[in-house]
């Protein structure tokens, strides 16, 4: 390691942040001066990258969980030649650049995570370093290696404070996550204040209680910083490892450095003597020709480094042609076009709560989908989930493909992010619906993220009884829809839990929750099976068709299906049943297929749901009627609370003889 010239460097990504966020008078300053020197060794000496093949299967991974600091992922990947050129760097925060204000998936080369809600990154780093163990556990042979990268997160006291990071934390320990390194940029100090003022925890033991190793060290010692990485590289005991980096924030600018002020970017206005004082020039977003030159030459070892990977892996393809093929197809998120074929059909007698008839369709999509993994919050057994022709994943076997969250929901969540961000393995994850909440945040980066994530959410209404309001969701349902980019989908019988899990599946550019019933519910047999799996695909459409001119339409999901189908029998002839089981699938539809099915020449249309009512309305228009619920449950045997609360298909017909 050369530590003149990393020391160097180190100055000149300083100035580039202070230039950046000079330019355009936002974004944060503290972390990318602070930790500067992390970012030297890192990107200048220790990471195994390839710039120009910045997908490389076996690169290490790095995951900036505090998010805020982003010109220090930019200063470093400008410097370390990906391709982000510096008219990028002096665009930061600018429209379309490839610089946003937070780091942001898919947008820049490099950029492993979307980041900037505090503490996700933490998790996302342990969904990537599981999907690592699994995909070595997978994809090694005895003869040949191919996958033993590490995942390299960088967090500050703010991610570390978060309840994610400490159950994601907790998971990496119980789970033996040694593949995973935690950077802590223990500056001592938050955004308003200095970190004392909300936090006295001693953060090492902390971790260690959680079964990780920590280590503390000058975070501005390049000499350090490298030893301490490396032997956390070389030790595969079974621990995720803590670098406590003592830093000062803001370095470089002494009127805000070791400040909550060296934070923002009021810094910024101290740039050009900060400028001197690093012993840079005048000239704005500066980089040196030796500086340049040391980091060509790194790059060029780098590729060194992964042309002989390459050797490697092409031999392990050449002796594990159906192992190269699975892998592949992981990669390119291929889905079997057969996929609904090869779910059997359920018999006309099965009635059974939608979350059982998902635990066939997902055990049948799992034989389809070897790449395929589920886990759950500690509530397999009432989720259904668990895929019966594999076994617990743990520490002691990572090839298995059902994972044990416990009781993590949002950690759930952010793992399941980081699994799909390092794009190898297809996931899943489940809890009771009216938990979902627990893990919104990452529920919104998945879709913000476009990241093919599926959630099981069951016990989906008020129809989970006895455990009363705290258990049944009202406005979860509801609340989820609001999410852009997250499809919902509430099947109404089996063969649309078939449609629903297959649609998941095959959607590759974003979430999709699966909403399934505790209690049983009919299977429509008067519908065609197909009409009901293909059905779902397009989100709505027509159930029960009217014989005679159309007269009301009557909307449902879930559930409600069945009370729809029953009421339209009572009003006659000119009743339409729409089943509308994902209404952003159905937004999606051309306007003539839209059109189609809900005709709007018939004004007379009445919605319901047991939930609350409003993303209804803009089906049913002014002229129509929703039968939701606006208020909370209530603790009493399902048919009950059903029939206490208006879910009945006698109200459905009493409101389609109420339009006019
Ligand atoms: C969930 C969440 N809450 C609040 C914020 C706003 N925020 C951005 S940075 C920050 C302070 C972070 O402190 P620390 O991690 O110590 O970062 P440092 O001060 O070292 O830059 C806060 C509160 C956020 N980005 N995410």
Redesign the pocket.
Known sequence: MDKTILSQAANEARGLAIDAVHACSSG?L??PL?SAEIGAVLYGDALRLNPDEPKWLNRDRFILS????SMFLYGWLHLAGFNLPIEEVKNFRQFHSKTPGHPEFGETDGVEATT????QGVGNSVGYALSAKMAAAKFNTADHIIIDHHVVVL?????LQ?GVAAEAAAFAGHNGLDNLILFY?S?D????AM?KVTQSADTCARFRALGWDTVTIDGHDLEAIAKAFAEAKANDNGKPKLIECKTE?GRGIPEVAGT?AG?GEGGAKFAESARKGLGLPEDTFFVSDATRSYFADHKAAQKAVYASWLETFNAWKAANPDLAKMLQQGIDAEVPGDLLDRIPEFSADYADATRSAGGAVINAIAEAMPLLVTGSADLFGSTKNYLKSSGDLSRDDYGQRNIWYGIREHAMGAICNGIAYDGIFRTTGATFCVFADYLR?SIRIAALANLPVGYIFTHDSVGVGEDGPTHQPVETVSGLRVIPNLDVIRPGDPEEVAGAFAAAMERIDGPTALILTRQKVATQNGIPVKARREGVFRGGYIAVKETAELKVIILASGSELDLAINAAAEIGAGARVVSMPCMERFDRQPADYRESVLPSSCRKRVAIEAGVGCPWYKYVGFDGKVLGIERFGISAPAPLVFKELGMTAEAVVEAANSLS
Do not use: K, S
């Open positions: 944060h503290g972390l602070g505090a998010g805020h600091g900037g809600p505090l503490g967090a500050g006291d703010g991610c978060e940029d500056n100090v938050t955004l308003d970190a924030i909550a934070h945040p």
